[in-house]
């Protein structure tokens, strides 16, 4: 799996998980619900952008590596 083709796939699934957790949202409106956003939902879009930043870092790496090889 190419690295472009990674970014696809977890950047479509956060923004499925955004949308449905969106949606949840309407229904669930109590502590509860803040309280796994904070636990769960912010750390984990947190870690997504993160993971994002570092598949980019890792294209432009191996971009640079088969460049030199040639």
Same mark, same amino acid.
């Given at each position: ?6 970014? &696809?796939?977890?950047? &479509? ?58």
């Amino acid at each position: 799996m190419s690295q472009s083709n990674a970014k &696809g796939i977890l950047t &479509g699934a956060t923004r499925q998980l955004q949308a449905r957790w969106e949606e949840t949202q309407r229904a669930w409106q109590d502590r509860k619900a803040t309280e796994f956003h904070e636990t769960y939902i912010d750390p984990l879009t947190r870690d997504v952008q993160a993971a994002l930043r570092v598949i980019d870092e890792l294209d432009l790496l191996l971009q640079q590596i088969h460049a030199d090889c040639e």
